[in-house]
């Protein structure tokens, strides 16, 4: 049960990162308009880079690469979230609330330019949209909501060091938003789910004790490799890659 | 319009997903159903069971899986030799890909799924700093043989390990350095925790004692340390320390100070003394040079024992990672002395972790502080004609 209510954390503190995500990538498609779609995502792999040896570096902030223990768990007035089924109502909590900011920008005007945008920026800023406005605003939600995932996670591991950061994390979540399906709020939730569970699951399929670590992640592998040959737009989502 | 269309696609996406749930579900049952139908016609006696976390995928897989061979060696051994009060060992053994999110994951796993007592791991100390809270709130016994972070000394009483911190080297380095006359000490640090660890120690024990520092940093993947070097240089330190985290860092190192012909006093850490071909291809470069190793001895019979056994079983390869697969060996050995003495009980075997006393292994005699830590462990030695030996006087 504690195992099951340990998964459960692990998904709604993902299914944040993946609905914020989802927000920039899967709604604007781009970042600032002077990078072009190739260039935004190597742009943002180097920002990765530069923010891992910032953690690595900074050592009054951060102790660099021993990195932080003993993150406590938040408390509310006298009430702390010390259990870790309390902690699951925290994060459930937020995870609603996240999901509702999320539905609410891509519903509103404000989420239907954000899908012109992508799908023809040129010809909105042509009816006078400032789409690099939308575009950095969009972001900076995001990224906000971002941070919730991150202080949710790091009070509940108890221990961030820079190797937590590192670019695999971020193909991670960019790969559950990607399987549940791009710019589709219920996609970005399913991809996490799926992408938490799945390997866990897999520690009890009784492979070999010798190859279990190694088969696991292959399967892994192989699973989704078949999920997006038979669904490219992802589980619930609209558009093809 | 995309809502409707969206809900029609999502409503069957949503049987797929449900489907793919319950499959799995039914395939995981019959699996964990087939396992417990072979368990009752093979085993008369109840396993006991021991928890084993390792990094078995990812960079840190290559300390993994020996780690993981040298554990079932050492059960193998106990379960022939009749086990625990005839009891045979079982391990389970999870992957925790050195971090602390697939840490706490398997540690949960372990603990609530498996119902083990005690837990072997974690190795990278990120894992074991992770999954201690986790072992502690379930009152499991968590016993790492590889974790060496300063921060894990004194973390909960749940925890203990036969490693030593890195705290312990550091401080023997300073005051060996300081001892010889060396004033002023100009420092290369990898950034990693390893090194850092050390460094901390190393700064604050040689800054108490009246010492002076100058420090370059560098990073795991740098090739040119020129530039730090020359400053180095030109800062006059007595001696240099040269504090990474593998060899391959301080051969390049070396090499480039050959490069430069610049031969200073040098200390170095035990992951570099600890690479025979290291030491011997800069022999004169390192001449005189101070280190501080928890080294393996040779001479122990209980380590021969555990080289050759690792070597038989493993098709011809030696042991690799000499210092950790010591640690291992003992930590499988220790749990079956704990266990056999206070019963199967995580907060038992953590009670008697803190007795325990000279206790002999392949790794030496061990002697576990109130602090979970290790006592001792780092000897001081100096480098004569290519080898390590042990620093007299």
């Known amino acids: 049960m504690e195992y099951l209510i340990h998964l459960a954390i692990l998904v709604g503190i993902y299914a944040i990162l993946a609905l914020s995500l989802n927000l920039a990538v899967g709604y604007t498609g781009l970042i600032l308009s002077k990078f072009d779609d190739d260039y935004y995502a190597l742009a943002s792999f180097g920002f990765n880079i530069i923010i891992f040896s910032v953690f690595l570096n900074w050592q009054e902030l951060t102790r660099g690469p021993l990195g932080i223990p003993g993150i406590h768990r938040p408390e509310i007035f006298s009430f702390s979230f010390s259990d870790n089924l309390s902690f699951l109502l925290l994060t459930s909590v937020f995870l609603l609330l996240v999901f509702l900011v999320c539905r609410h920008i891509t519903e509103s005007s404000f989420g239907r330019a954000l899908k012109a945008i992508r799908e023809d920026e040129e010809a909105l800023q042509i009816f006078g949209y400032r789409t690099l406005n939308y575009k950095l605003a969009v972001f900076v939600v995001g990224a906000m909501l971002a941070s919730v995932a991150g202080a949710l996670f790091a009070s509940y591991i108890t221990f961030i060091d820079p190797s937590t950061f590192t670019v695999s994390e971020s193909i991670f979540i960019l790969s559950a938003i990607i399987l549940g399906g791009l710019a589709s709020n219920r996609g970005a939730i399913i991809g996490a789910v799926v992408l938490i569970l799945l390997p866990e699951f897999l520690r009890f399929v009784g492979f070999p004790s010798d190859?279990?670590?190694?088969t696991r992640q292959a399967v892994y592998g192989i699973l989704l490799v078949v999920l997006m040959l038979y669904r490219p737009q992802g589980l619930v989502g609209e558009y093809k890659l | 319009?995309?809502?409707?269309?969206?809900?029609?696609?999502?409503?069957?996406?949503?049987?797929?997903?449900?489907?793919?749930?319950?499959?799995?579900?039914?395939?995981?049952?019959?699996?964990?159903?087939?396992?417990?139908?072979?368990?009752?016609?093979?085993?008369?006696?109840?396993?006991?069971?021991?928890?084993?976390?390792?990094?078995?995928?990812?960079?840190?897989?290559?300390?993994?899986?020996?780690?993981?061979?040298?554990?079932?060696?050492?059960?193998?051994?106990?379960?022939?030799?009749?086990?625990?009060?005839?009891?045979?060992?079982?391990?389970?053994?999870?992957?925790?890909?050195?971090?602390?999110?697939?840490?706490?994951?398997?540690?949960?796993?372990?603990?609530?799924?498996?119902?083990?007592?005690?837990?072997?791991?974690?190795?990278?100390?990120?894992?074991?700093?992770?999954?201690?809270?986790?072992?502690?709130?379930?009152?499991?016994?968590?016993?790492?043989?590889?974790?060496?972070?300063?921060?894990?000394?004194?973390?909960?009483?749940?925890?203990?390990?036969?490693?030593?911190?890195?705290?312990?080297?550091?401080?023997?380095?300073?005051?060996?350095?300081?001892?010889?006359?060396?004033?002023?000490?100009?420092?290369?640090?990898?950034?990693?925790?390893?090194?850092?660890?050390?460094?901390?120690?190393?700064?604050?024990?040689?800054?108490?004692?009246?010492?002076?520092?100058?420090?370059?940093?560098?990073?795991?993947?740098?090739?040119?340390?020129?530039?730090?070097?020359?400053?180095?240089?030109?800062?006059?330190?007595?001696?240099?320390?040269?504090?990474?985290?593998?060899?391959?860092?301080?051969?390049?190192?070396?090499?480039?100070?050959?490069?430069?012909?610049?031969?200073?006093?040098?200390?170095?850490?035990?992951?570099?003394?600890?690479?025979?071909?290291?030491?011997?291809?800069?022999?004169?470069?390192?001449?005189?040079?101070?280190?501080?190793?928890?080294?393996?001895?040779t001479a122990n019979p209980k380590f021969q024992h555990l080289l050759s056994a690792y070597t038989a079983k493993y098709g011809g390869t030696e042991l690799p990672y000499q210092s950790y697969g010591q640690t291992e060996y003992d930590a499988v050995y220790m749990l079956k002395d704990a266990i056999a003495s206070v019963g199967y009980n995580g907060e038992k075997i953590a009670g008697w972790s803190r007795t325990v006393k000279d206790w002999e292994g392949a790794s030496g005699n061990i002697t576990i502080e109130a602090s979970g830590d290790r006592a001792g462990g780092h000897a001081a030695k100096v480098i004569k004609g290519g080898k390590v030996e042990l620093l007299n006087s």
Not at chain 2, 198 to 211: H, Q, R, V, W
């Open chain 1, 211 to 214: 190859i279990a670590a190694q």
């Open chain 2, 1 to 297: 319009m995309e809502p409707e269309a969206g809900n029609g696609n999502g409503s069957s996406v949503v049987k797929t997903v449900i489907w793919l749930v319950v499959l799995i579900l039914i395939v995981g049952g019959l699996v964990v159903y087939g396992n417990k139908g072979g368990e009752k016609k093979e085993v008369v006696k109840e396993p006991i069971k021991i928890g084993v976390m390792v990094p078995l995928t990812g960079d840190a897989a290559v300390y993994g899986e020996p780690a993981r061979n040298i554990y079932s060696i050492a059960v193998e051994e106990i379960n022939a030799d009749g086990g625990i009060d005839g009891r045979p060992i079982e391990l389970v053994i999870e992957d925790s890909k050195c971090n602390g999110k697939d840490a706490t994951s398997a540690a949960q796993k372990l603990i609530n799924v498996d119902k083990v007592q005690v837990i072997i791991g974690g190795f990278c100390s990120g894992e074991s700093i992770a999954a201690t809270p986790v072992a502690t709130e379930a009152k499991v016994a968590l016993f790492s043989p590889g974790s060496s972070s300063p921060d894990l000394t004194g973390i909960s009483p749940y925890f203990f390990r036969n490693y030593p911190s890195d705290a312990s080297q550091g401080k023997i380095l300073a005051e060996v350095a300081y001892g010889k006359g060396w004033k002023t000490v100009g420092l290369l640090q990898e950034q990693t925790d390893y090194a850092l660890g050390i460094n901390k120690t190393f700064s604050a024990t040689f800054e108490a004692l009246g010492g002076k520092l100058v420090k370059e940093e560098t990073t795991s993947s740098n090739t040119d340390f020129r530039s730090q070097l020359t400053k180095l240089k030109s800062a006059k330190a007595d001696a240099i320390f040269i504090d990474t985290q593998t060899p391959a860092l301080s051969e390049r190192i070396f090499k480039q100070m050959q490069d430069l012909k610049w031969t200073p006093a040098l200390i170095i850490n035990d992951a570099t003394a600890g690479d025979t071909k290291t030491i011997a291809a800069y022999a004169t470069l390192l001449e005189g040079g101070i280190t501080a190793e928890f080294g393996v001895d």
